[in-house]
């Protein structure tokens, strides 16, 4: 391929020779602009492919070691691989990230492909953990704080939605297991703790924190709904109790912001915490679940409805013109 440079000497040339005016030589240095930034951008975009395929035959790889002879491998063995996998792709994640420049978000391929490194570094972190930790019994704790701690990093370091996702699994798992496992707490405080952390989920998704506002709350919403499912207290009640605040919050959020989410899960916690709590207070009785589908048959044809009424209020009362004087 020519050259910018040799191109417009080219070009040059032509127009003092006179075969081109100097309007059609700028429109054909324009049109080979757009042709040289298609060409980077599908170069960039294949080198994105290639570094994902790259990333998931090294995993592939590591998973056909692990099936084959794993087993057969020493612990010291085991815990090095993986400690040169979390490593390897920490570091290539540092090096694509590049040096701190504030908060920004993965929106580059170079930063997508970063902030994939550090997510599945984390991972591959955990794993090292919990095998050099594999004869206690909190094994998995170890393993879960290390994952935790490098996915958080890793989102503070270059925010994304996976390092979103990342934070959600390994986060709840390492708080409720230190509580439990390391401190000896029981249960359901560890519930409570969990919960809060939701609750945080939705605090830092309301005010704009986060990088995506509807992975936010889905993660707000199935991390507080999980952790009141597993509320014990002399019964379910504040299992589905706490359930409906949820479907509460989720309702009000979404009366300040619309996102479907909000809508969605506050729909599912209502629905869950009224089957529970019917079939505490009725002993599972094929009536009263009748009686539910129905008030909610009612209630979604009386808002179907006055969702539907302005606009055929607006299609029956065409607007009339104004006549002017």
């Known amino acids: 391929m020519?050259?910018?440079?040799?191109?417009?000497?080219?070009?040059?040339?032509?127009?003092?020779?006179?075969?081109?005016?100097?309007?059609?030589?700028?429109?054909?240095?324009?049109a080979l602009a757009v042709e040289r930034a298609a060409a980077t951008a599908r170069g960039k975009v294949l080198a994105e492919i290639a570094a994902y395929v790259g990333a998931g035959l090294v995993f592939g790889g590591i998973a056909l070691v692990a099936a084959s002879s794993w087993d057969a491998l020493d612990r010291p063995v085991r815990v090095g691989v993986l400690a040169v996998v979390a490593a390897g792709?920490?570091?290539?994640?540092?090096?694509?990230?590049?040096?701190?420049?504030?908060?920004?978000?993965?929106?580059?391929?170079?930063d997508r492909l970063a902030a994939a490194l550090f997510a599945l570094g984390s991972v591959a972190l955990a794993g090292s953990v919990g095998t050099a930790l594999d004869a206690a019994d909190a094994a998995w704790v170890f393993a879960c704080a290390a994952g935790a701690g490098i996915a958080v990093l890793g989102?503070?370091?270059?925010?994304?939605?996976?390092?979103?996702?990342?934070?959600?699994?390994?986060?709840?798992?390492?708080?409720?297991?230190?509580?439990?496992?390391?401190?000896?707490?029981?249960?359901?405080?560890?519930?409570?703790a969990v919960l809060l952390?939701?609750?945080?989920?939705?605090?830092?998704?309301?005010?704009?924190?986060?990088?995506?506002?509807?992975?936010?709350?889905?993660?707000?919403?199935?991390?507080?709904?999980?952790?009141?499912?597993?509320?014990?207290?002399?019964?379910?009640?504040?299992?589905?109790?706490?359930?409906?605040?949820?479907?509460?919050v989720c309702f009000a959020l979404y009366a300040t912001q619309r996102s479907a989410v909000l809508v969605i899960g506050g729909g599912v916690a209502i629905a869950v915490a009224a089957g529970e709590a019917v079939s505490e207070w009725t002993g599972d009785?094929?009536?009263?679940?009748?009686?539910?589908?129905?008030?909610?048959?009612?209630?979604?044809?009386?808002?179907?409805?006055?969702?539907?009424?302005?606009?055929?209020?607006?299609?029956?009362?065409?607007?009339?013109?104004?006549?002017?004087?």
């Open 197 to 248: 952390l939701g609750a945080g989920w939705f605090a830092l998704t309301r005010i704009g924190a986060l990088v995506d506002i509807r992975v936010g709350y889905l993660i707000a919403i199935v991390t507080s709904v999980a952790a009141a499912q597993s509320l014990d207290i002399d019964g379910r009640t504040w299992a589905y109790g706490i359930t409906a605040v949820i479907a509460v």
């Open 89 to 110: 792709l920490l570091l290539g994640g540092v090096v694509l990230a590049g040096a701190p420049s504030g908060r920004r978000s993965a929106l580059s391929a170079r």
């Open 155 to 192: 989102y503070l370091a270059l925010p994304s939605v996976l390092g979103m996702l990342v934070c959600a699994c390994f986060v709840p798992a390492a708080v409720a297991g230190m509580l439990t496992e390391v401190f000896g707490v029981d249960d359901t405080w560890a519930c409570v």
């Open 285 to 325: 009785s094929l009536g009263a679940a009748a009686v539910v589908v129905a008030i909610g048959a009612i209630t979604l044809a009386v808002g179907a409805f006055r969702l539907a009424r302005p606009r055929r209020e607006k299609e029956a009362d065409p607007a009339v013109p104004v006549s002017q004087a």
């Open 2 to 30: 020519v050259s910018d440079g040799k191109a417009e000497a080219a070009i040059g040339r032509l127009v003092a020779d006179g075969v081109l005016t100097r309007d059609q030589a700028d429109a054909v240095l324009a």
